[in-house]
T-cell receptor
Framework: DAGVTQSPTHLIKTRGQQVTLRCSPISGHKSVSWYQQVLGQGPQFIFQYYEKEERGRGNFPDRFSARQFPNYSSELNVNALLLGDSALYLC????????????FGEGSRLTVL | EDQVTQSPEALRLQEGESSSLNCSYTVSGLRGLFWYRQDPGKGPEFLFTLYSAGEEKEKERLKATLTKKESFLHITAPKPEDSATYLCAVQGGGSNYKLTFGKGTLLTVNP
């Protein structure tokens, strides 16, 4: 079975641009979460979606937004990119929106110049 | 706010030299404590979930234990392929939709 898939794997943007990252969860999983991982740090929670509804949002500015589609795939959008947005963006899926293991994709490496 | 502190930040072992990684946490109503392994440039790989103090889980050379304040990941007779960053995370009762991660322990096992 396919795991969590993310695209693109790597991308380079300049300050002020906008980026869209995509995620397909494991088949049957209805919950998708997004995390940001800066080099040398642990992942930091950005959003969780369950059954297409936002269930939680971390301490990130409004430049960050996300949505979940009827097929449970998800997109993360970041507007007006800053140098500090350079990070590995991880998508994770789970069976439910509550307690349980998260299964992560390989991530999208974003570099902002 | 949930907090996770991992120690040491880095650990270098010789092949076969057993050791333990520590994860201290503060959380309001623990719903679960999770251990992940992360290889460079990759996403975290799920290892274990622990739910209550006294619980233990094992997988090959790894054993995770849990108390009310901390968790340990014991590595017995490690091999070079065990080299990775090990991440600890908690899911609190007040935020059942997210994991709070520590910074991780970078483990290097030399042959």
């Amino acid at each position: 079975d396919a795991g969590v898939t993310q695209s693109p794997t790597h991308l380079i943007k300049t300050r002020g641009q906008q980026v869209t990252l995509r995620c397909s969860p494991i088949s049957g999983h209805k919950s998708v979460s997004w995390y940001q991982q800066v080099l040398g740090q642990g992942p930091q929670f950005i959003f969780q979606y369950y059954e297409k509804e936002e269930r939680g949002r971390g301490n990130f500015p409004d430049r960050f937004s996300a949505r979940q589609f009827p097929n449970y795939s998800s997109e993360l959008n970041v507007n007006a990119l800053l140098l500090g947005d350079s990070a590995l963006y991880l998508c994770a899926s789970a069976w439910t929106g509550g307690t349980g293991e998260l299964f992560f994709g390989e991530g999208s490496r974003l570099t902002v110049l | 706010e949930d907090q996770v502190t991992q120690s040491p930040e880095a650990l270098r072992l010789q092949e076969g030299e057993s050791s333990s990684l520590n994860c201290s946490y503060t959380v309001s109503g623990l719903r679960g404590l999770f251990w992940y392994r992360q290889d460079p440039g990759k996403g975290p790989e799920f290892l274990f979930t622990l739910y209550s103090a006294g619980e233990e889980k094992e997988k090959e050379r790894l054993k995770a234990t849990l108390t009310k304040k901390e968790s340990f990941l014991h590595i017995t007779a490690p091999k070079p392929e065990d080299s990775a960053t090990y991440l600890c995370a908690v899911q609190g009762g007040g935020s059942n939709y997210k994991l709070t991660f520590g910074k991780g322990t970078l483990l290097t096992v030399n042959p």
